[in-house]
């Protein structure tokens, strides 16, 4: 989605200039690069595990991945490349390098994974979110702007919202999202404090489950159930945001940046597997500045019911959050990422 909103924003101002992405073989990538009118052409690429079977695989893995990375920077020929971060960024950026292509990388976390340290070095700016990932992406070519979330994330009509989503416009609304696969700690918390009869009648809630868990979620719920919409995949995010009243979610780099461009206070639960637990880092600075409360994946069966049904119950503190939260909030960052990139090359 980084990756999309910054390329929407290109296309908005240089309608001569086409976008063209490079995703994973049998990722998502494809459909929902697709659905936004884009080409995709796929490299077959894994990540490193630090094993000694991880690094061969990767290995082997690489060498196709980058084969296949030259063909496509080779046919293209293209006058930018993003990166936005991950491994799958690494053959296409290397190969573009080596044809003196300009790169541009974004990096969405605090704390930078592998992928984005080792291709700084090519990089002519980074785009990064957060001021600690200067130092170790190095600060003179780092640019703090934030997230490139949709620049639509704040404009969805919210009547026209309560009605594409069939939801009660006199109700306040909880939105879960466990990213697009899902979370299945987030899921299971939230199915008991549904079946303890613990969501107040002036709640309803757009629950986000992934496509993993969504069959099991649906047949778990009675089938009398109105104030409940579950949804595999939220593909209208402005729709979810804008009626919303609260958002449980994990700490992905993304989630938080549209939760805050929304102005929505959160309950953050990080993904405690992620690399360098990163998503505890993104939370901590929300919650730091009063916009969001985390809690710990390890803490959920003591903590999940009490902090749920303490902000049900507390207009006031949901509203504190979120306040918080529109002050850190940065909607315009998409265009001000496609603005420099422009202004960059038009320099070379």
Not at 104 to 109: K, W
Not at 261 to 277: C, K, M, R
């Amino acid at each position: 989605m980084p990756a999309i909103n910054i390329a929407r924003e290109i296309g908005a101002l240089n309608k001569e200039i086409e976008p063209h992405f490079v995703g994973k073989k049998s990722g998502m990538e494809s459909r929902i690069v697709k659905s936004y009118g884009f080409e995709i052409d796929e490299i077959d690429v894994i990540g490193m595990r630090r094993t000694i079977t991880g690094i061969m695989k990767f290995a082997v893995k690489w060498l196709t991945g980058y084969g296949q990375a030259k063909n496509i920077v080779n046919n293209i020929s293209p006058i930018a490349v993003v990166g936005t971060g991950g491994y799958i960024s690494a053959p296409v950026v290397k190969a573009a390098h080596r044809k003196g292509i300009p790169i541009f990388l974004q990096e969405q976390n605090s704390l930078p994974g592998l992928a984005s340290r080792t291709l700084s070095k090519y990089a002519l700016v980074i785009f990064t979110a957060y001021e600690s990932a200067g130092k170790y992406l190095g600060r003179a070519k780092c640019m703090l702007i934030g997230n490139p979330v949709r620049t639509d994330i704040t404009r969805a009509d919210r009547a026209e919202s309560y009605k594409q989503l069939d939801l009660n416009p006199q109700m306040n609304t909880l939105l879960v999202l466990g990213g697009s696969s899902g979370a299945k700690t987030i899921n299971s918390s939230l199915l008991n404090l549904i079946e303890g009869n613990r969501i107040p009648d002036n709640w309803q809630i757009i629950w986000q489950t992934g496509i993993s868990d969504y069959e099991l979620i649906e047949s778990s719920l009675s089938p009398d159930e109105c104030r409940i919409r579950v949804i595999a995949f939220i593909d209208d995010m402005p729709a979810a945001y804008a009626v919303s009243n609260l958002v449980i979610s994990r700490a992905g780099a993304m989630a938080i940046s549209e939760i805050i461009a929304a102005g929505l206070p959160s309950v953050l639960i990080p993904y405690p597997h992620a690399t360098g637990d990163h998503q505890s880092l993104n939370a901590k600075f929300l919650e730091d500045s009063g916009a969001a409360i985390i809690i710990r994946e390890k803490e959920i069966g003591n903590r999940f019911k009490d902090v749920i049904n303490d902000l049900f119950n507390n207009t006031q503190k949901r509203k504190l959050m979120s306040e918080n939260a529109r002050r850190l909030g940065k909607p315009e960052a998409a265009r001000r990422i496609a603005e420099t990139i422009l202004e960059k090359i038009n320099e070379i």
